[in-house]
């Protein structure tokens, strides 16, 4: 049951980090409850033994938010959850639309020391294979400075460095179409009536709908 107990506190850690990254970053009990899929009733009862464990607090207006431990214990299951990603699509082959839900379960294995051998083994990588940026031992992060494909002007060179939308179907279609992170692309044209793109990639011209240009980053 302590187990359970704790990979359930990590979890409520990670969605609340994540929910913090968005632009609009007040998260109340109810988008944290829509977030991880459970009742606002349960929700709020973990939110309080958290708030007695220093990890959250409630403001008077009823947001909820990491308070710094917590924050730095977010950063470090953000850490373990990307390394583990980078492991599986580099040393075991998984496709990137695979690792997300294997690494969910690695990410609650807390051994420190087997994280800094695994980050070791694999270079010191400091983006998963999403793009994503890798987090240091001591929680830091490094903010990626990116634009979205489709705000940038025609004859601009560009290289993919993250994605705003890592759904499977998304990460399928661009399995589908040969991008990745690290593909370099030239904007030849940019389509008045819908916004879609027409882009060069490796001598080839491909046609970008607006939505999915939206969820390429690249160099800002």
Same mark, same amino acid.
């Given at each position: ?38 009742? %606002? ?22 947001? &909820? ?9 977010? #950063? +470090? ?5 990307? &390394? ?8 075991? +082959? ?40 890798? %987090? ?11 634009? %979205? ?12 460095? $993250? ?17 990745? &992170? ?14 879609? #793109? ?10 970008? $709908? ?11």
């Amino acid at each position: 049951m302590l187990h359970f107990a704790h990979q359930s506190e990590e979890n409520y850690l990670k969605a609340l980090y994540k929910l913090e990254q968005r632009p609009v970053k007040k998260v109340n009990n109810i988008a944290l409850a829509k977030t991880l899929e459970l009742n %606002p009733a349960t929700v709020l009862e973990m939110v309080r033994k958290m708030s007695e464990r220093g990890l959250l607090e409630t403001l008077g207006d009823k947001t &909820i938010q990491l308070t710094d431990n917590g924050r730095k214990k977010a #950063l +470090q299951i953000v850490r373990r959850h990307r &390394i583990w990603e980078v492991f599986l699509v580099d040393k075991l +082959q998984y496709k990137w639309n695979e690792v997300h839900e294997i690494a969910e379960q690695l990410e609650h294995v807390e051994s420190e020391d087997l994280i800094k051998r695994l980050e070791a083994y694999l270079g010191h990588p400091t983006v998963d294979p999403h793009g994503d940026p890798i %987090p240091d031992e001591q929680g830091r992060i490094k903010k990626l400075k990116t634009q %979205p494909l489709g705000t940038a002007p025609v004859k601009t060179r560009l290289t993919i460095r $993250s994605l705003a939308n890592t759904s499977d179907d998304f990460l399928r279609y661009l399995d589908k179409i040969g991008l990745s &992170i690290g593909a370099k692309l030239e904007i030849l044209e940019i389509e008045d009536f819908d916004g879609s #793109l027409t882009v060069l990639f490796e001598k080839k011209r491909l046609t970008l $709908s607006k939505e999915v240009a939206e969820n390429l980053l690249t160099d800002a």
